[in-house]
């Protein structure tokens, strides 16, 4: 007997929802997602998924690209009704989960596979991840590789390939700068809503268990470089386009999402800017880049 539960939640202001089919799965595998939680159906959403593990998986579709989700690959294939099927590995390329939609994702089914709830947790996380992305991005809105600080009211995202540093970057503003908490150490959501550009925390968050239901207006983003001394500058617009691309969770296979997701970023350089700090891990270095983008004009 099929026991459905549906649970409803709001991420960057956007509704979806998530239903369990049987015994096996609820939404204790997503505890992240608790603070987001809304108790009331919505009018709308942007997408349901079906969690279902009895599903029938046959990868009867063109294998067309591999997703790449913080160093775990996840292929992407094309189906003959227009919509992708997923294939979720962790770091060590187990299995975690299959997930299949619709073309423009309002639409999702998944099935886990992982043995363990780590894997579980994964598999199905990271399809409400992908799922998010792809069905928001002609929305003005974009999933950020990035770590968000707020300070004085106003978020600041800096952004950089893992490891180089952004985490660390956002602990200094934190220590040293009077007035800030963290909104997110991960994938911030960024909206361009009537001419501004906001960002809110998410349920996924790397490594950092920052799951804030909060926003705020984006004060500035900063590209992250390791230097032997600190310096800051503002990008021209083609430069700050070239290094938010690749931060941004996007499928160049899908012209709706990917030309979503580069109007979005147009729109929010026209609106934000992007400054390039090179730096040494110190307090110096998060004071020079508070009074340069937060003091700016």
């Known amino acids: 007997m099929t026991m459905e539960r549906t649970y409803y939640y709001r991420v960057g202001g956007h509704a979806l929802a998530v239903i369990f089919t049987d015994e096996a799965n609820d939404d204790r595998l997503i505890p992240s997602f608790a603070p987001f939680r809304i108790e009331e159906e919505p009018e709308e959403v942007?997408?349901?998924?079906?969690?279902?593990?009895?599903?029938?998986?046959?990868e009867d579709g063109d294998e067309i690209g591999v997703f790449d989700c913080g160093g775990c690959n996840h292929g992407v294939y094309r189906m003959a009704d227009g919509g992708y099927q997923y294939a979720v590995h962790d770091v060590q390329d187990v299995l975690c989960s299959r997930m299949r939609s619709n073309a423009d994702f309002s639409?999702?089914?998944?099935?886990?596979?992982?043995e363990t709830w780590s894997q579980r947790n994964y598999g199905?996380?990271?399809?409400?991840?992908?799922?998010?992305?792809f069905a928001a991005a002609c929305m003005g809105t974009m999933l950020m590789h990035a770590s968000v600080i707020r300070c004085e009211g106003k978020g600041y995202l800096m952004t950089a390939p893992s490891g180089t540093g952004k985490s660390t970057h956002t602990r200094l503003w934190y220590d040293n700068i009077p007035g800030c908490d963290l909104m997110n150490d991960d994938n911030p959501v960024v909206r361009i809503i009537d001419g501004q550009a906001i960002v809110y925390g998410s349920p996924w968050s790397g490594k950092t268990r920052c799951y804030r239901n909060i926003q705020a207006p984006v004060g500035g983003i900063v590209r992250i470089q390791q230097r032997p001394e600190n310096s800051i500058r503002k990008l021209r617009p083609v430069e700050a386009f070239i290094n938010l691309l690749p931060a941004?969770?996007?499928?160049?296979?899908?012209?709706?999402?990917?030309?979503?997701?580069?109007?979005?970023?147009?729109?929010?350089?026209?609106?934000v800017g992007m400054y390039e700090l090179g730096c040494l891990p110190n307090a110096e270095a998060a004071i020079l880049c508070h009074d340069t983008v937060a003091g700016k004009d």
């Open 107 to 114: 639409v999702c089914q998944v099935s886990l596979f992982g």
């Open 248 to 271: 941004m969770s996007n499928m160049k296979w899908d012209e709706r999402v990917y030309n979503g997701i580069c109007d979005g970023i147009s729109e929010l350089i026209r609106l």
């Open 46 to 58: 942007l997408f349901t998924m079906t969690v279902d593990d009895s599903l029938d998986w046959q």
């Open 124 to 133: 199905l996380n990271n399809a409400l991840m992908m799922a998010y992305a």
